[in-house]
């Protein structure tokens, strides 16, 4: 193979060479205005053709899969890839959830009901997924400094993985973020820029770092490289499902980059012939934040500022829009919108029914199920994937509301029976 990927606009189509650094189409970047999704977001292209004369078409996702996939990534050597494990997440398959406050009502479904925990990946977000290729490919090109925006987790995910590969991080924030993530950019060492501002300033202010120091920039759907890291969970749901597709995928949609991440590793596997059919992808907004699902048939593209507890997926302007609507149109994915209210609640039910606590932007998803299932939406019998994208621990502050913190009691049993009597039984 001459040239192991290029290019391809999603908006003109052009094709650029996968020789050098490019973030946007050259020629749609020219007409970006501020305000607006950006025009010129790219999309990697593999030797499809070629890839499939690597094994018989039964044998290929196993001769890919012995490789991790590098033939369908753009680094030329896994030994690139950070120390820190990152993928390989488990998939839990769970039977109901609670419907009340007793753990023995329980709603049983007719569906089968996988959880994809992403938080176990090593600084407990889906983001890892995306700093770990793009932190590799640096690497392979001798690039020292990355820089990226983040509402939080791609800022934590960033900084961890340059720390574990020797390289420099620098973190543009919104001031507001979770304390929790802004610990973790400053324990593993990265440069923390808080700025009075949104995501969407943060965003525009790291392109302008990365224009003029030459800083290598991760940010999320402007770095194609995010996407592709990203699509590695959709190679991991086909293995862990036993080579079989599933028949829905529920993801929490900020910028749209995991959504089209997603996607874009299924199109992988349909391309090589590897399996005959996609996914229903179905992309969950918070209310409060749902910029994409209310601009998506608009001709002008309008902002309603963001406000909602999931602040991983508060994004006013979404930077993968024009290729995660693509996608939607291709495939006949879907949209749907989540409240706040129905964020904490899916969040008491997944944690109680699981022992898995998410944040609330990944508990989005989860609630985007829910929601699908008390509409009657779910086919009996069909298979269905919840992505849990970020830990709880991320921003526990979110959920004080909907829990109880106890009073102490006096260590006498006296006391100690008047709590169980009154807490428990």
Same mark, same amino acid.
């Given at each position: 193979?001459?040239?192991?990927?290029?290019?391809?606009?999603?908006?003109?189509?052009?094709?650029?060479?996968?020789?050098?650094?490019?973030?946007?189409?050259?020629?749609?970047?020219?007409?970006?205005?501020? %305000?607006?999704?950006?025009?010129?977001?790219?999309?990697?292209?593999?030797?499809?053709?070629?890839?499939?004369?690597?094994?018989?078409?039964?044998?290929?996702?196993?001769? &890919?899969?012995?490789?991790?996939?590098?033939?369908?990534?753009?680094?030329?050597?896994?030994?690139?890839?950070?120390?820190?494990?990152? %993928?390989?997440?488990?998939?839990?398959?769970?039977?109901?959830?609670?419907?009340?406050?007793?753990?023995?009502?329980?709603?049983?479904?007719?569906?089968?009901?996988?959880?994809?925990?992403?938080?176990?990946?090593?600084?407990?977000?889906?983001?890892?997924?995306?700093?770990?290729?793009?932190? !590799?490919?640096?690497?392979?090109?001798?690039?020292?400094?990355?820089?990226?925006?983040?509402?939080?987790?791609?800022?934590?995910?960033?900084?961890?993985?340059?720390? $574990?590969?020797?390289?420099?991080?620098?973190?543009?924030?919104?001031?507001?973020?979770?304390?929790?993530?802004?610990?973790? @950019?400053?324990?593993?060492?990265?440069?923390?820029?808080?700025?009075?501002?949104?995501?969407?300033?943060?965003?525009?202010?790291?392109?302008?770092?990365?224009?003029?120091?030459?800083?290598?920039?991760?940010?999320?759907?402007?770095?194609?490289?995010?996407?592709?890291?990203? +699509?590695?969970?959709?190679?991991?749901?086909?293995?862990?499902?036993?080579?079989?597709?599933?028949?829905?995928?529920?993801?929490?949609?900020?910028?749209? @980059?995991?959504?089209?991440?997603?996607? +874009?590793?299924?199109?992988?596997?349909? +391309?090589?012939?590897?399996?005959?059919?996609?996914?229903?992808?179905?992309?969950?907004?918070?209310?409060? $934040?749902?910029?994409?699902?209310?601009?998506?048939?608009?001709?002008?593209?309008?902002?309603?500022?963001?406000?909602?507890?999931?602040?991983?997926?508060?994004?006013?302007?979404?930077?993968?829009?024009?290729?995660?609507?693509?996608?939607?149109?291709?495939?006949?994915?879907?949209?749907?919108?989540?409240?706040?209210?129905?964020?904490?609640?899916?969040?008491?039910?997944?944690?109680?029914?699981?022992?898995?606590?998410?944040?609330?932007? !990944?508990?989005?998803?989860?609630? %985007?199920?829910?929601?699908?299932?008390?509409?009657?939406?779910?086919?009996?019998?069909?298979?269905?994937?919840? &992505?849990?994208?970020?830990?709880?621990? +991320?921003?526990?502050?979110?959920?004080?509301?909907?829990?109880?913190?106890?009073?102490? @009691?006096?260590?006498?049993?006296?006391? @100690?029976?008047?709590?169980?009597?009154?807490?428990?039984?």
């Amino acid at each position: 193979m001459s040239q192991k990927f290029h290019f391809e606009c999603v908006n003109c189509k052009a094709e650029y060479s996968g020789e050098k650094i490019i973030y946007l189409c050259p020629e749609c970047q020219k007409t970006n205005k501020p %305000g607006e999704p950006p025009r010129g977001i790219l999309k990697t292209i593999y030797p499809y053709q070629q890839l499939r004369g690597l094994a018989p078409a039964h044998k290929l996702f196993e001769r &890919l899969d012995q490789d991790r996939f590098l033939p369908l990534l753009p680094i030329r050597s896994m030994n690139s890839w950070p120390m820190l494990k990152t %993928g390989e997440t488990p998939l839990y398959q769970i039977d109901g959830w609670e419907k009340g406050q007793s753990s023995t009502d329980r709603s049983t479904s007719n569906f089968e009901l996988y959880l994809k925990d992403d938080s176990q990946n090593p600084t407990f977000s889906f983001k890892d997924r995306a700093s770990a290729l793009v932190s !590799a490919w640096a690497k392979e090109h001798g690039i020292q400094t990355l820089v990226a925006a983040s509402t939080g987790n791609a800022g934590s995910s960033l900084a961890g993985v340059c720390a $574990s590969q020797g390289q420099r991080a620098l973190i543009v924030v919104p001031a507001t973020a979770p304390l929790a993530k802004l610990t973790q @950019v400053l324990m593993y060492g990265a440069t923390l820029i808080p700025v009075r501002g949104t995501y969407d300033d943060a965003f525009d202010l790291s392109v302008k770092i990365s224009e003029k120091y030459g800083f290598y920039n991760r940010n999320t759907a402007y770095n194609p490289f995010t996407i592709e890291g990203k +699509k590695t969970v959709a190679y991991e749901l086909f293995r862990q499902l036993g080579q079989q597709v599933p028949d829905r995928v529920f993801i929490p949609v900020g910028d749209g @980059v995991i959504f089209s991440g997603v996607c +874009k590793g299924f199109e992988d596997l349909l +391309k090589l012939g590897i399996i005959d059919r996609m996914p229903e992808l179905v992309g969950v907004q918070a209310m409060g $934040s749902s910029n994409l699902i209310n601009n998506q048939k608009n001709d002008k593209f309008v902002i309603n500022a963001s406000k909602t507890i999931a602040d991983s997926i508060s994004v006013d302007v979404p930077k993968c829009f024009y290729m995660t609507l693509g996608y939607i149109e291709k495939y006949h994915g879907n949209l749907v919108a989540v409240s706040d209210q129905e964020i904490l609640q899916s969040s008491l039910v997944l944690a109680h029914s699981t022992g898995i606590f998410s944040e609330p932007a !990944a508990v989005a998803a989860f609630a %985007g199920l829910l929601k699908y299932h008390d509409q009657g939406f779910i086919p009996d019998g069909s298979k269905n994937v919840v &992505l849990l994208t970020g830990s709880g621990l +991320k921003d526990p502050g979110a959920v004080q509301s909907s829990i109880g913190m106890p009073g102490p @009691v006096e260590t006498d049993m006296h006391s @100690v029976d008047i709590f169980i009597k009154s807490h428990f039984l």
